[in-house]
């Protein structure tokens, strides 16, 4: 399963953003999805996944309220939406697919670099 996000980008602090994480086959609609991210100097860290079917969902504290993950599985494509932006949440964001472990994921796109300035 091949993953391409898009989306990133810079803004100002406040601002929104919607990433995308396109697959190349409907076998992904079979897996839970995670976004990933990851900043310079610091490890990749997840902040939101969600289950093949969209029931549950889980976000990192430092994301939660501001940012939204959603799967459209007829589009084998998973979203983030982000909003109140701040400048920590600059970071190459990565999604993934398949999970072994929570931190430990089969398939991953090439990242979308976000850069948010104050």
């Known amino acids: 399963v091949n993953l391409v996000e898009s989306g990133g980008g810079l803004v100002q602090a406040g601002d929104s953003l919607r990433l995308s994480c396109a697959a190349s086959e409907r076998t992904f609609n079979d897996y839970p999805v995670a976004w990933f991210r990851q900043a310079p100097g610091n490890q990749r860290v997840r902040i939101a996944a969600m289950a093949d079917d969209a029931a549950y969902a889980y976000y990192a504290d430092s994301v939660k309220g501001r940012f939204t993950i959603s799967r459209n599985n007829a589009l084998y494509t998973v979203y983030l939406q982000m909003d109140d932006l701040k400048p920590e949440d600059t970071a190459v964001y990565y999604c993934?697919?398949?999970?072994?472990?929570?931190?430990?994921?089969?398939?991953w796109g090439q990242g979308t670099q976000v850069t948010v300035s104050s």
């Open positions: 993934a697919a398949d999970p072994a472990t929570p931190s430990t994921y089969t398939y």
